[in-house]
């Protein structure tokens, strides 16, 4: 067990090491996020009075098609080298490998949230609660577990970009659901966010141990 | 006619008896009219498309576990036929919420939950062509079989919390008139047939698509661990 955690941990810093010597994939990911609430401005045509009911769907938007990219090139980058191969020879257990790079897809997600949320205070003029960014780390946990699951996947499948946001957006939709019924409570619309941030834990704790279950069967091919 | 053939012909039969059990027998509903005639088929295709998932659920995970091709045709043929019959749940459904909801669509618990059913079913045909065919399609296609059991009662729930419009289940709640409760079981019990019928087609279709060689390789492959152990 703590052989486990100790491989996950190598395999997660190898990951922000590696994002730290060339800083591609978060730069990129803040931008994408900034446009998309550039893009969201023109869409919507945002004033005072509609945005605190617009910005959740923005939020969600902006950041599950920022962690499909996240997660798809976690997987991406170990795929060009054919590293994930040699990592798999290794006497190491492919669970331990799979959440070595989930962990570090998560924190790179993270860090792009840490821009995505002050950006939506700044132009929409929401608050930025904890109860919000709460909400958001919780989603993101789950969803970084079944998305990296199934980038690791189509990493190895034709058409790839293609297959991710297919198989896993309709499973990114408990914790939107949750999650944007939490984000809806903190930015002022009503209603109560308990019964949506305990959901949004049962959810994590489902996926979380289903992908562990399943994880095996996807990597160790 | 071979087997297949009959099999097939049989459950069109009973399907046109169904026909006529909802259009002749069933009387006509007081406040919805002709339009309630939707609901036989509609729920009866609905509970075909859950067993074929659940096929698919129980077909992946023997896979996972003892890597059976016989489980794994399966899988592919429930999802095959349970998209067909999901697709055919979304379709009558519209058509009843058209004239009942004034409109063919709301952000429902149950219409959400059976759109992103759809989805999923739609993307787990999709790896299995995209994907190398065999080992990996089988493996992958599995995985996503047994996520997509689990995120569906999960969405259905987690949309409940906040917004419902579709008709609760009535048959259980004893709300139908006997002749209307008989024509219902009489279609669930046909299309169930007619679903069954179609996996057993569709996993003969699968088996000849896989060929001969299949099982041979397999067989192969076994013989040739056996010859590599040491003689005793």
């Known amino acids: ?221 | 006619m071979n087997r297949f053939e009959q099999a097939a012909a049989a459950a069109v039969g009973l399907m046109v008896l169904a026909a006529g059990a909802i259009f002749f027998y069933a009387p006509t509903d007081a406040l919805q009219g002709q339009v309630q005639r939707i609901f036989y088929l509609h729920v009866s295709s609905a509970i075909a498309a859950y067993g074929c998932f659940a096929v698919v659920l129980v077909g992946g995970a023997i896979y996972l576990r003892s890597g059976s091709l016989v489980a794994d045709r399966f899988a592919r043929a429930g999802a095959l036929v349970g998209l067909v019959f999901t697709t055919v749940t979304l379709v009558m459904g519209m058509l009843w919420a058209k004239p009942i909801w004034g409109t063919f669509w709301a952000w429902d618990a149950r219409l959400t939950s059976t759109l992103v059913l759809w989805i999923i079913y739609a993307g787990y045909l999709l790896v299995r062509r995209l994907a190398e065919p065999g080992r990996q399609a089988a493996r992958f296609a599995a995985v996503v079989g047994i996520f997509g059991f689990i995120d569906v009662p999960v969405v259905h729930f987690s949309v409940t919390w906040w917004r419902t419009q579709h008709p609760g289940p009535i048959i259980v709640n004893d709300a139908l008139p006997p002749e209307m409760l008989a024509t219902f079981l009489f279609t669930m019990a046909c299309t169930l047939v007619l679903a069954a019928v179609m996996v057993m087609i569709r996993y003969r279709i699968e088996t000849l698509a896989d060929g001969p060689g299949v099982e041979t390789a397999q067989v192969v492959s076994a013989v040739k661990s056996r010859e590599a152990e040491p003689v005793q």
């Open chain 1, 1 to 221: 067990m703590n052989n486990t955690i100790a491989i996950a941990l190598a395999v997660a810093r190898k990951d922000l090491t590696s994002e730290w010597r060339t800083r591609e994939l978060v730069p990129a990911l803040a931008q994408f996020v900034v446009l998309a609430l550039v893009i969201a401005n023109f869409g919507f045509q945002i004033d005072a009075h509609n945005a605190p009911s617009i910005a959740p769907g923005v939020l969600w938007l902006a950041l599950v098609f920022a962690g499909l990219v996240a997660f798809g090139r976690a997987f991406a980058a170990e795929r060009e080298q054919s590293s994930l191969e040699a990592m798999l020879m290794t006497p190491a257990s492919p669970v331990a490998i799979f959440a070595g790079k989930a962990m570090a897809a998560t924190l790179l997600l993270v860090m792009c949230e840490a821009v995505l949320l002050p950006a939506l205070t700044l132009f929409f003029g929401t608050p930025l609660t904890a109860q919000l960014v709460l909400a958001v780390l919780l989603a993101t946990i789950g969803m970084a577990a079944v998305g990296c699951l199934f980038a690791a996947m189509v990493a190895r499948v034709r058409a790839r970009e293609l297959l991710l946001p297919l198989l896993t957006l309709p499973l990114f939709i408990p914790f939107i659901v949750a999650g944007g019924q939490a984000v809806q409570v903190a930015m002022g619309n009503g209603g109560n966010s308990d019964q949506a941030v305990g959901l949004l834990v049962d959810f994590d704790i489902l996926f979380v141990v289903l992908t562990s279950l399943t994880a095996r069967f996807v990597l160790d091919e």
